[in-house]
């Protein structure tokens, strides 16, 4: 078995269980997802698609089972030590900070920014397609531009997996073509390992590999 | 048409016209007196000895400081509560400081007196080692401690509260991001701090700017005099009235002019309910949030939970059946009661008929009949700094040089006692109030216009029973703070007539702490049994839940 772990070069969850504070329900997931492969979650609200993101996030702990990485287990690793970063489907900017703050906070987490990491972000912005829109507050973009900030934030961060749960649900629906074209052409781009968690089987289709159906 | 919308406009501006009136009366009355005695005033005199600079710069400084420490103290504090949702003590905690202000300052004062006195825990505590802190509680320091004392559980409580309004979405990024406990505050709580302090902070000045119990009590001399204790001892011991009149018009100008500075920032506080959404933040398990949390809690819990023990424990003596059953207790127990439901009542009509009026005036814009922004909606912002106008002493003063030929002061003490504590809790309870009002109009003035429901079937279908709780918190509240106060009595005061926080007083005055503490506990125990009894029986939420949860969120909008 570690062997088998040893070889397998993708996200590897093995008989992950959770179990929420307070509740009987216990939740059981196995997935394994090879490197460069963008899978979605697909599922009714409750069956735990969200959950799982946090668990190999690192915001919440199982209860049992692990979860590998290129063969490293990442269960004992905090939210930072993983090679992961997450886009949410809302409040993934601090409201107060500008854009070009929001996107250097995944350079340096006390955002202290040399030149070429100015440069870097300007680069970012330019590949989410939000040239000039750098001293913009959040308040000031509109949702799917605010979404396409934090997308520009998990490219310089330059880890290889993208966790996405229900990124655009929130958008409407040629706004969110538009964002899952994006998303596609930044996995192919990145060579990121991407999974998206959502509840819109035309979202999943338009751009999955591979669609996993949780119940 | 027209004729119609405009009649439903004004249909309740009249209770709030008759509440302005009676308020304006009495402002008139009380600035009546103080004028009348301006040409008794001999300047010379006052400025001969920077008296009045000293005492006014002495009020500012010690309620800058107070505030500085109070807000030193609750901002780590808050930090460690947000990261720590499932200590154990926090729900306990949170209470407690949303009890801060119906907790009578007397009472507060006593406990801090318990620990920090010559012969308090500390100085015990220390004698066991053979070192003694000496007699450091009268004067500054006892000042600050009080105030901090008072006011940092508050604090706290309102930046936890701000902390808790960010969305979790937040801490999940900022550990993923790998910030540290440093970078967190410098770029996530801070920037959301340094919003709200003017507002919360600028309320904690005012409280210690005009704070009289503690300084009255902890101050110890004339070097460490504020405005209001000032005017105190100039009627009450140098019956030297054109000095109160001057000290009475500085504390009124400066009063006037913390109101226009404090215009500028004037935030409602919105403090969002709490959901109780699980909330982790990932900074919490860092070895140095733990060390600054628990210190930042260690430091809080030294300040706020010995001074309450103390009081408890010293009530605890033999003395206490021969107190408690004192004529003299119930006497003054009697005579709170009646001052505090008076006064409580006349604060609550006025308040509603204000808050009327507001609710009046703001329909055609809430109605979408004006695109403009309601210019009420300012008013209705500014309505909770108007305690700025009505410094205590300054109309009681005037109402009494302009009363004091017309009756005796057996009479007159009851009387002014009531008035000035009915206006020292408008603020509060209109806090409440126009709130309450203006949210259930919003939710019921389309449907009542729909359905045709107006006059007395309006009050009885729609507004009583959606604003009940507001009522009854607002009439508990302004009963219990009127229980504790002490100010404008301990001017007018006799042998004959004495309220509970006065009888505590002089017993600590004669230090007779044990009987103190007794009338402590007593009076804590009518203030919040009043409390409870009030907001339950008129919100109509009956008494079947814990007695200890007296409705803490509404509170803490005050």
């Known amino acids: 078995m570690f062997d088998d772990q040893e070889a397998f070069q993708g996200l590897n969850i093995e008989k992950l269980s959770y179990q929420h504070h307070g509740s009987e329900e216990v939740l059981d997931f196995d997935l394994r997802v090879e490197p460069n492969e963008l899978v979605a979650i697909l599922g009714p609200s409750g069956v735990g698609k969200s959950t799982l993101l946090s668990l190999i996030a690192g915001f919440e702990d199982p209860a049992s089972g692990t979860i590998t990485f290129e063969g490293k287990k990442l269960n004992t690793l905090s939210p930072s030590e993983r090679p992961i970063t997450t886009l949410f489907q809302e409040h993934n900017l601090f409201a107060h900070l500008t854009a070009e703050e929001n996107i250097g906070l995944g350079i340096h987490p006390g955002l202290r920014l040399r030149d070429q990491d100015k440069d870097q972000i300007t680069q970012a912005l330019n590949d989410v397609g939000l040239k000039g829109l750098e001293k913009r507050l959040p308040a000031e973009l509109s949702g799917g531009q605010r979404q396409r900030v934090a997308l520009a934030r998990c490219l310089v961060r330059r880890r290889p997996i993208l966790l996405l749960d229900e990124p655009f649900s929130a958008l409407d629906q040629d706004l969110r073509k538009d964002m899952l074209k994006l998303v596609k052409d930044l996995h192919k781009n990145h060579d990121l390992l991407t999974l998206m968690v959502t509840h819109l089987k035309e979202d999943a289709d338009a751009i999955a590999d591979r669609i996993v159906h949780l119940s | ?558």
């Not at chain 2, 009348?36 to 309620?63: C, M, P, W």
């Open chain 2, 1 to 558: 048409m027209m004729q119609r919308s405009l009649q439903k406009w004004l249909m309740y501006v009249w209770p709030g016209l008759l509440s302005l009136g009676f308020i304006a009366l009495i402002l008139g009355f009380a600035f009546n007196g103080l004028v009348s005695e301006i040409k008794n005033i001999d300047l010379a005199r006052i400025f001969q000895n920077n008296y009045l600079f000293r005492v006014i710069g002495f009020t500012f400084f010690q309620a800058g400081l107070s505030t500085l420490l109070a807000t030193l103290v609750a901002v780590p504090v808050a930090r460690a509560l947000s990261r720590r949702p499932t200590l154990p003590g926090r729900k306990i905690f949170l209470q407690l400081a949303s009890l801060s202000l119906i907790i009578p300052t007397i009472v507060g004062v006593f406990g801090v007196v318990a620990i920090h006195g010559r012969n308090g825990w500390l100085n015990q505590f220390l004698s066991l080692f053979d070192i003694s802190a000496g007699n450091y509680l009268y004067g500054l320091t006892g000042i600050l401690i009080a105030h901090v004392f008072f006011n940092a559980p508050l604090l706290s409580r309102i930046f936890l509260q701000s902390l808790e309004s960010l969305p979790p979405e937040y801490w999940r990024t900022t550990a993923q991001l790998g910030m540290t406990g440093t970078d967190v505050f410098r770029l996530v709580e801070w920037p959301l701090l340094r919003r709200i302090i003017p507002a919360s902070c600028g309320l904690v000045f005012l409280l210690c700017f005009t704070s009289f119990a503690v300084v009255l009590a902890l101050g110890g001399g004339p070097s460490t005099n504020t405005l209001e204790v000032a005017i105190y001892q100039a009627i009450r011991f140098d019956f030297d009235i054109p000095k109160a009149v001057i000290l009475s018009l500085a504390q009124l100008s400066l009063c006037f002019i913390l109101l226009m500075i404090g215009s500028k920032f004037a935030r409602h506080i919105a403090l969002q309910k709490t959901e109780e959404r699980s909330i982790r933040r990932f900074d919490a398990q860092h070895t140095r949030a733990k060390i600054t949390d628990s210190l930042a809690l260690l430091v809080m819990v030294l300040l706020v939970v010995p001074p309450l023990l103390a009081t408890i424990w010293k009530a605890l003596s033999p003395r206490l059946i021969a107190v408690i059953t004192d004529e003299k207790l119930w006497t003054a127990s009697f005579n709170s009661l009646l001052i505090s439901l008076t006064a409580g009542s006349i604060a609550l009509i006025l308040a509603i008929g204000i808050a009327l009026m507001l609710r009046s005036l703001q329909s055609p814009y809430r109605l979408g009949r004006y695109r403009l922004a309601s210019p009420f909606a300012t008013m209705t912002d500014l309505s909770g700094s108007i305690i700025l106008l009505l410094p205590p002493f300054v109309l009681a003063t005037g109402l009494f040089i302009t009363f004091r030929t017309a009756a005796s002061l057996t009479v007159l003490a009851p009387f002014l006692v009531v008035i000035v504590n009915a206006l020292m809790t408008l603020p509060f309870i209109l806090r409440i109030l126009i709130p309450a009002f203006e949210t259930s109009a919003q939710k019921s003035d389309y449907l009542c216009d729909n359905l045709g429901i107006k006059g007395l079937n309006r009050i009885r279908i729609v507004d009583w029973p959606q604003n009940r709780k507001a009522l009854g918190l607002a009439l508990g509240l302004s009963v219990a703070l009127s229980t504790g106060d002490l100010s404008v009595i301990a001017l007018f005061g006799t042998q004959d007539f004495t309220t509970l926080p006065l009888l505590m007083f002089q017993k600590m005055g004669s230090y007779r702490l044990d009987d103190a503490a007794i009338t402590a506990l007593f009076l804590c125990l009518q203030s919040l049994l009043l409390f409870i009894l009030i907001e339950r029986t008129i919100s109509g939420k009956g008494f079947s839940r814990s007695i200890l949860k007296p409705n803490r969120k509404a509170i803490s909008r005050v």
